[in-house]
């Protein structure tokens, strides 16, 4: 694939159930982070992997927010007893590299919007 | 506290404008600072970036000013076209060597929607 993928573009959840985000980075794209977009706003960092090793956690919101990526390539972010203020797109971008830009940007997928009823 | 402040919330030009947009930031540990483009639906994707130790730099149309003493930079957008019409979000990014953590991760504005009237 030319780009980063995101699965699925759209998810409607009703308030406490549990919804999976999927990523698929650049092939070959050693660090993979995911942000968090409320409506009319930046994103927002969650998370980063440089390979499988989750190296930073920082930014998720709190324990109901998961993210994994068991084989250093696709990974899955997950929310667990999904709450209203949940609502937002969540974006994965990935890096060739953890070496220093400007030789390493981030790209972007389209993202997926959740919605929580 | 918002790290990056970006401004303004909205912009409207006519085609062959000169848009700025402007941003400031706290951390003075900042190193790297980019900027993206988002079209609905889309993903932000890289514009143009720029490292403190320059004070300007100008790809094509888009040009950064940076000036660190002010903490301050902005994008500026030659002969803007209706096509230019998207929000803009500035970035700012602190490498952190040997951290095994915070890699790059990029702390955005608010963000700029920018449209241009043919």
């Known amino acids: 694939g030319a780009g980063v993928s995101q699965s699925p573009r759209y998810k409607v959840a009703k308030r406490g159930q549990d919804v999976a985000l999927r990523c698929d980075p650049i092939?070959?794209?050693?660090?993979l982070f995911w942000y968090q977009q409320a409506l009319g706003q930046g994103p927002e960092f969650l998370t980063y992997?440089?390979?499988?090793?989750?190296?930073?956690k920082s930014g998720l919101p709190s324990d109901r927010f998961f993210a994994e990526r068991p084989e250093g390539s696709v990974s899955t972010l997950k929310i667990q007893r999904t709450q209203q203020e949940d609502s937002a797109v969540y974006l994965c971008?990935?890096?060739?590299?953890?070496?220093?830009?400007?030789?390493?940007?981030?790209?972007f997928g389209p993202g997926t919007r959740l919605t929580v009823l | 506290q918002q790290q990056v402040k970006q401004s303004p919330q909205s912009l409207i030009v006519q085609k062959g404008g000169i848009p700025i947009i402007n941003c400031a930031y706290e951390?003075?540990?900042?190193?790297?600072f980019p900027w993206y483009q988002q079209f609905p639906g889309k993903g932000p994707a890289l514009l143009i970036a720029?490292?403190?130790?320059?004070s300007e730099k100008k790809e094509g149309r888009f040009t950064i000013s940076f000036n660190k003493s002010a903490k301050q930079f902005s994008l500026h957008i030659m002969d803007s076209q209706p096509g230019d019409s998207a929000t803009y979000f500035c970035?700012?990014?602190?490498?952190?060597?040997?951290?095994?953590?915070?890699?790059?991760?990029?702390?955005f504005g608010k963000g700029t929607l920018l449209t241009v009237n043919p």
């Open positions: 992997f440089q390979n499988e090793a989750q190296l930073d």
């Open positions: 720029i490292r403190p130790d320059v």
């Open positions: 970035a700012a990014s602190i490498y952190r060597r040997n951290s095994g953590g915070s890699n790059y991760k990029l702390t």
């Open positions: 092939s070959g794209h050693v660090s």
């Open positions: 971008a990935s890096r060739r590299t953890s070496g220093r830009p400007p030789y390493n940007e981030q790209f």
């Open positions: 951390n003075t540990a900042f190193d790297y």
